[in-house]
């Protein structure tokens, strides 16, 4: 099966000096295409510092990250902006909205750079994809208008605007309640089942549940994986049941 991400021996420390502090202790970590993949951890442990690391989001100090690929380390920063709008969405516990604008505008607005003359186009899009997470009738609204669970839904349907190879989530369900993760999570599945990698960070074991691998973290390390067959609504409660005593087993 072919790699979407692989990244090799990544090292990343914050701070300078005494004050340094390592997040990331030779990290070695691989997502093939179309995997669903959870990373999880104490607080602390450097989950979303991989998250960030690995989509390019923040540069590392030391070790290899490849990205359908191509070697993160060996692109300048226009390339890796490009690389991310047309490879990656990123989905994150709060969506970063713009408040001049309402959702549609918000959801089209990362794709505009590549189709500025095909905005009817863009629209559509957008269109169907609201249509698909439930939010149709709320395009014209402020994101001040809706509910935590409906921005999420639209933080999705931005993230998929450029068709991406792989959805990066950052506790995408952490601020909201468990009716509107439960559905947050489905529409995760949906998109999985067509193709697309995702990969999310969570404290969560009912998310973590949802996935197919999940590897936990602590002190900056890759300490362990579990592996679950796919969810296929049935069972969540077995399946928390194994993560947790995974956890308790890794001493996370």
Same mark, same amino acid.
């Given at each position: 099966?072919?790699?979407?991400?692989?990244?090799?021996?990544?090292?990343?420390?914050?701070?300078?000096?005494?004050?340094?502090?390592?997040?990331?202790?030779?990290?070695?970590?691989?997502?093939?295409?179309?995997?669903?993949?959870?990373?999880?951890?104490?607080?602390?442990?450097?989950?979303?510092?991989?998250?960030?690391?690995?989509?390019?989001?923040?540069?590392?100090?030391?070790?290899?990250?490849?990205?359908?690929?191509?070697?993160?380390?060996?692109?300048?920063?226009?390339?890796?902006?490009?690389?991310?709008?047309?490879?990656?969405?990123?989905?994150?516990?709060?969506?970063?909205?713009?408040?001049?604008?309402?959702?549609?505008?918000?959801?089209?607005?990362?794709?505009?750079?590549? *189709?500025?003359?095909?905005?009817?186009?863009?629209?559509? !899009?957008?269109?169907?994809? /609201?249509?698909? $997470? &439930? +939010?149709?009738?709320?395009?014209?609204?402020?994101?001040?208008?809706?509910?935590?669970?409906?921005?999420?839904?639209?933080?999705?349907?931005?993230?998929?605007?450029?068709?991406?190879?792989?959805?990066?989530?950052?506790?995408?369900?952490?601020?909201?309640?468990?009716?509107?993760?439960?559905?947050?999570?489905?529409?995760?599945?949906?998109?999985?089942?067509?193709?697309?990698?995702?990969?999310?960070?969570?404290?969560?074991?009912?998310?973590?549940?949802?996935?197919?691998?999940?590897?936990?973290?602590?002190?900056?390390?890759?300490?362990?994986?579990?592996?679950?067959?796919?969810? *296929?609504?049935?069972?969540?409660?077995?399946?928390?049941? !194994?993560?947790?005593?995974? /956890?308790?087993? $890794? &001493? +996370?």
């Amino acid at each position: 099966m072919k790699k979407v991400i692989i990244g090799n021996h990544i090292v990343k420390s914050f701070g300078e000096g005494e004050e340094q502090r390592c997040v990331l202790d030779g990290v070695s970590v691989d997502i093939n295409e179309g995997e669903f993949v959870a990373v999880m951890g104490p607080s602390g442990s450097g989950k979303s510092t991989l998250l960030f690391a690995l989509s390019g989001t923040d540069r590392v100090d030391s070790g290899e990250i490849m990205v359908d690929g191509r070697d993160l380390s060996k692109i300048g920063e226009t390339e890796l902006s490009d690389l991310r709008r047309t490879t990656m969405g990123f989905v994150f516990q709060q969506p970063t909205m713009l408040k001049n604008l309402n959702i549609l505008d918000n959801i089209i607005l990362p794709a505009m750079r590549d *189709n500025r003359k095909n905005a009817a186009m863009l629209t559509d !899009k957008a269109g169907r994809l /609201m249509k698909r $997470v &439930g +939010i149709s009738e709320l395009g014209a609204r402020d994101i001040t208008q809706v509910s935590g669970g409906q921005l999420q839904r639209a933080g999705i349907c931005r993230a998929l605007m450029n068709n991406p190879r792989i959805i990066f989530g950052d506790e995408p369900t952490g601020a909201l309640n468990s009716q509107s993760a439960q559905e947050i999570m489905d529409i995760f599945s949906e998109i999985n089942a067509e193709g697309t990698a995702v990969m999310l960070v969570t404290h969560d074991a009912k998310v973590a549940a949802r996935t197919e691998r999940i590897m936990f973290m602590r002190d900056g390390a890759m300490v362990s994986e579990l592996r679950l067959p796919k969810f *296929n609504g049935t069972d969540m409660d077995g399946r928390v049941e !194994k993560i947790t005593l995974k /956890m308790r087993e $890794v &001493g +996370i």
